[in-house]
């Protein structure tokens, strides 16, 4: 094998690698045909090693048969130099045929006299051999490589007849077939060990590395890949530290996945399943339940009033109490109950089997019982209530959102009963609550796109029959609905407090409305609004007056309060009241009669009106029913106040109402609330 095409098969082995390699993984090579090309490596270099014996086992030969043509020449030169004479020519001839069966390489020897004529040849074995043709080299001149190629040597002869030298010549013809036999001979024999050896070579690596390499990498593949079924101990240093490593990784994965599905089922805090397992076990026991055709409840807890906790006590305080309550849930449910923590404040047990809805009922009253007792933390007793709510599997909801959320929806509706119960679901109450999360979508979307609008009701003198004021009366006109009337969204607004930037709304534009009749016959006209109990939770809703109605003169204005307003933070909310009425703005009590103690207040709040409920006045058809109106109007008078008869539908209750002395009305009998312009028309017509 030459070196050009040694080096021309492995530029394209080569090749043919590195575009395997770009194919699958840039930069990197398999094993196999990493092994590959080592054999290939292995296989050039061995090659070349018998190429190089092979080159010396030829000298050898070369030298073995320079050595032994030599040898006979010398022997027949000296032999003929001392024997030859013309005559006895076939004395020496059995010299030379011995030489010529003895020595194979030499094929023939001629002998020839001084002219150049053959005199003897022996030609034993080729008889039609033409040697005439043979240019013959000196014999001096052999030499290990010309021994292949030249056949024909020839050395001269000096003998003496007497004194007479005379001279022969002997020319020796190699046997050709024999010295080139001898080669191919050879390397047939080389070319075979060659292929043996390198064969074994192969085998044995090969073997070896599907042993030590290749399997066990195969073995480290498959455990990377599906991580099961370790591979035991390898052989190889470098394989054997990859399988220990994989395996301390898996381990370690191991434990991180159930830390992390610790973190991920359990609540941190209370070590109470996490929403996330709550709905997984939910959803089993639906699955279940939906076999077995069996029920199961859900009892949603609320604890009440924790955020005023949370906000006064800090958090730290109120994670104790969370898990002062996880630790009474556990206690107090059976084993196979399920009690988890959502997040806040809010809890849920899961009871999978209960005999009758009387075992749920025990098991809530026990619940209930227990999570109100009293508790120590840090020293101090406290005590806490919570609100609950059931739902049961599958009348209540067939799927884990339903049932959670009629759960909550319960238990919402056990909250707004007064906390500290339970309460069932049940499609009234699901219905109100419906109506809820619809209204405030409503009320939502009528403050973002302007669906308020604020409606007059004509206050009336009683004497001169005219117009004197208005209370302003919100209306939602929605776009599918049409006119929603304020009983239906003005508690929810409370409730969520959007009553506050509705308020604020309410306030502007009544203020935007006087001054609108600041230039009309209707510069003297009194708007009241009305102010809910829920505004005086914004701390700044003296200012917002204060700011609101700066460019309008304040005695136009007026504001209506309940008593409610006045259930909390008497002291705190009093003092706003007054500082509002210190602003010029004046003030009306309004539902006057059907408070608690409403004539307590008067001395408290120097209110300006009284406005007697509609409940009083719808009871009145003759004289004797006016002592209650009488009475009022009457102390009205002495403390010099305005008095307002609310809800006067009939001329008859207008008249007796004139016959006291009330000194105005309002109600359906002079208008309904009507819009701005309709106010205005029904101004300069007047009431009756
Ligand atoms: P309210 O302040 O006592 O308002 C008087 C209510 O009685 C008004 O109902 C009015 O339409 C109604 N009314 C007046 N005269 C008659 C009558 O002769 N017959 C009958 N059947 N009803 C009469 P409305 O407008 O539905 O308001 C109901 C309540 O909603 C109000 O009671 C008030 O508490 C609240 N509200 C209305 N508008 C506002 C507002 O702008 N802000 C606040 N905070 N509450 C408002
Ligand atoms: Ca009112
Ligand atoms: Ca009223």
């Not at 018998?50 to 080159?55: S, T, V």
């Not at 009475?631 to 001329?651: S, Y």
């Amino acid at each position: 094998m030459d070196k050009q095409a040694l080096t021309g098969a492995f530029g394209i082995y080569t090749t043919v690698w590195i575009q395997k390699g770009r194919y699958h993984f840039m930069n990197s090579i398999s094993i196999k045909s990493f092994i590959l090309s080592i054999i290939f490596v292995a296989f050039a270099l061995e090659g070349y090693i018998f190429y190089n014996f092979f080159e010396n086992s030829k000298e050898t030969i070369s030298k073995l048969l320079q050595t032994s043509i030599q040898t006979d020449v010398l022997n027949l030169k000296h032999f003929m130099e001392k024997n030859l004479k013309q005559k006895d020519i076939n004395f020496i001839a059995s010299h030379i045929d011995n030489i010529i069966i003895i020595n194979p390489t030499v094929k023939d020897i001629h002998i020839l006299d001084s002219n150049k004529n053959i005199i003897y040849h022996a030609n034993i074995r080729y008889e039609d051999y033409n040697h005439s043709t043979q240019k013959c080299l000196p014999i001096s001149k052999i030499t290990n490589t010309n021994i292949f190629t030249q056949q024909c040597y020839s050395f001269s002869i000096k003998t003496f007849h007497g004194l007479q030298a005379k001279y022969y010549y002997a020319n020796v013809y190699i046997d050709e077939a024999y010295t080139h036999g001898l080669i191919a001979q050879q390397i047939r024999k080389i070319l075979v060990a060659f292929l043996v050896s390198a064969f074994v070579f192969i085998l044995f690596l090969w073997v070896l590395s599907k042993i030590y390499i290749i399997t066990p990498l195969e073995k480290l593949r498959q455990y990377a890949y599906y991580s099961r079924n370790p591979p035991k101990n390898f052989f190889v240093k470098e394989i054997e530290s990859i399988r220990y490593s994989l395996n301390m990784t898996f381990k370690r994965l191991q434990q991180e996945q159930e830390e992390l599905y610790n973190l991920s089922t359990k609540d941190p805090l209370s070590g109470l399943y996490n929403r996330l397992s709550l709905i997984e076990k939910i959803n089993w026991l639906i699955a279940k339940n939906k076999r077995d055709k069996k029920e199961f409840a859900i009892i949603f807890l609320d604890l009440d009033n924790f955020k005023n906790i949370n906000d006064s006590k800090g958090h730290a305080f109120g994670d104790k109490i969370l898990l002062h309550i996880a630790q009474v849930l556990l206690k107090t449910t059976r084993e196979n109950d399920i009690v988890a923590r959502l997040g806040g404040d809010e809890f849920v047990v899961i009871l999978p089997d209960f005999s009758n809805e009387n075992t749920i009922i025990e098991i809530a009253q026990r619940l209930k019982e227990k999570l109100s007792l009293p508790f120590r933390i840090e020293d101090e007793e406290y005590q806490i209530t919570a609100s609950m709510g059931i739902a049961i599997y599958p009348k209540d909801g067939r799927d884990v959102q339903t049932l959670l959320k009629n759960a909550d929806i319960a238990m919402y509706k056990s909250k707004e009963l007064g906390k500290n119960n339970f309460q069932f679901f049940t499609n009234a109450i699901n219905k109100a609550v419906q109506e809820k999360i619809h209204m405030q979508q409503i009320i939502k979307d009528a403050l973002q796109h302007n669906h308020f609008k604020l409606y007059y009701q004509p206050k009336v003198d009683i004497k001169t029959k005219k117009i004197v004021g208005c209370e302003a009366l919100i209306r939602l006109i929605d776009p599918v609905e049409g006119i929603i009337p304020p009983y239906r969204f003005i508690g929810i607004a409370e409730e969520n407090r959007t009553i506050i930037p509705l308020g604020e709304w309410i306030i502007q534009e009544a203020v935007a409305q006087i001054k609108k009749w600041e230039q009309t016959p209707l510069k003297n006209i009194k708007i009241s609004v009305n102010l809910s109990a829920v505004q005086f939770q914004d701390p700044k809703l003296l200012q917002k007056i204060q700011k609101y109605t700066q460019d309008i003169d304040r005695s136009k204005f007026d504001i209506e309060l309940t008593e409610s307003v006045l259930i909390q933070h008497f002291k705190e909310r009093l003092n706003i009241i007054k500082n509002i009425k210190k602003l010029g703005i004046t003030l009306s009590l309004d539902d006057f009669g059907t408070g608690y103690s409403s004539l307590s207040y008067l001395k408290d709040i120097p209110f300006d009106t009284l406005k007697i409920d509609k409940a009083f006045i719808d009871n009145i058809y003759t004289k004797d029913d006016l002592t209650f109106i009488n009475m009022i109007v009457g102390i009205a008078q002495d403390l010099h106040m305005n008095v307002v008869a609310e809800g006067v539908e009939t001329k008859e209750q207008l008249k007796l109402l004139e016959e006291i002395n009330c000194k105005e009305y309002q109600g359906y009998l002079c208008s309904k609330p009507v819009p701005p312009k309709k106010f205005e028309e029904l101004f300069s017509l007047g009431c009756v």
